[in-house]
């Protein structure tokens, strides 16, 4: 049988997005002074795009892999977000077109420089943080897809899948700390959110500037929300695979306590199974799906 393929659009990645930001790389290089101002968006959406590339090199020897891999993709949201960023990149560069009328290809206007660095400061980070999201996204996924393809290779040494496993522990490293950098993240949202509350509204303007600065905190704090979710899915996908999440004969005894499950957010993207869990002794477990409130400390309140 001949090789099986992933490519974006079997994932649901559209043409669409992909000329987007492709279009939009164009655009920013063309007006050489305004990669001073969004020079890490460029540097993002390449990471967008070579992993994107990378993924159809890919190629998988069986159906079942391939199923599962695609399967995988999919449950990371990966084509969502990355059709999302694409319709953002096409704002985005309508958005530029605008703000920069005033430069020409060699020179960025101060004029224009004020407008995209000043006045459209949160706009901007908004979509920052929309392309920080996708790229982790699909980098995340992406390289999770490849791992663990190649360990579910009935042909690989003992050998060649201990080390996988350590590659898979290092992007476990790596996703948890882009999670906790969009928890500080957050964080940040929420102190400007305050600071704006708190500042005095424009007389010229009647404080609109500050209610779309408003709406725009609120967007990246949505965006960062989605994207700690699609890291976990990513994060728990790659523990399952590297750990083996078959957990079955649990037991607790002489008042001890246990969570075994999932967390809410992951559930129906991540294989697991549990059996044979019981308790003695007055112990307890807690045996399902959690939601984000739950903290092993409150369990054991409870539960003594």
């Known amino acids: 049988m001949d090789p099986l393929s992933l490519t974006a659009s079997t994932i649901g990645i559209t043409q669409f997005a992909i000329d987007s930001i492709v279009r939009l790389r164009e655009f920013i290089d063309n007006v050489a002074e305004a990669k001073e101002v969004v020079q890490d968006i460029v540097s993002n959406l390449e990471d967008v795009q070579r992993p994107l590339a990378a993924l159809e090199e890919l190629t998988i020897s069986d159906r079942k892999t391939y199923a599962a891999a ?3 993709l999919e449950n990371t949201g990966v084509g969502e977000a990355v059709n999302k960023c694409g319709q953002a990149c096409a704002d985005f560069m309508d958005n530029l077109k605008q703000w920069t009328k005033h430069s020409s290809d060699q020179k960025f206007s101060l004029r224009d420089r004020f407008s995209v660095g000043i006045w459209n ?4 980070r908004t979509f920052r943080m929309q392309v920080q999201s996708c790229q982790a996204t699909v980098q995340f996924a992406i390289a999770s897809t490849q791992l663990i393809v190649q360990l579910r290779s009935e042909y690989k040494l003992q050998t060649d899948s201990e080390k996988l496993r350590t590659k898979l522990q290092a992007l476990e490293d790596k996703i948890q700390e882009h999670i906790n950098l ?5 964080d940040e949202a929420q102190r400007r ?3 704006l509350q708190r500042e005095p ?3 010229e303007d009647g404080g609109a500037q500050r209610t779309l600065a408003l709406q725009e905190v609120e967007k990246q704090s949505r965006l960062l929300e989605a994207d700690q979710v699609s890291s976990a899915v990513v994060f728990y996908q790659v523990r399952s695979e590297r750990t083996g999440q078959d957990i ?3 037991r607790t005894s002489d008042d001890s306590r246990a969570l075994v499950g999932l967390p809410e957010s992951v559930v129906g993207k991540v294989h697991q ?9 007055n112990s307890a477990a807690a045996v399902g799906v959690f939601d984000k409130s739950v ?3 409150d369990f054991f309140k409870k539960t003594l």
Do not use: S
């Open 273 to 281: 199974r549990i059996k044979d869990v019981t308790t003695h002794n």
């Open 248 to 250: 079955g004969n649990i």
């Open 295 to 297: 903290d092993m400390r």
């Open 193 to 195: 959110r305050q600071e």
């Open 182 to 186: 969009t928890k500080n993240q957050q």
């Open 70 to 72: 695609k399967a995988d």
């Open 201 to 203: 509204a424009d007389e």
């Open 121 to 124: 400061k949160e706009k901007i």
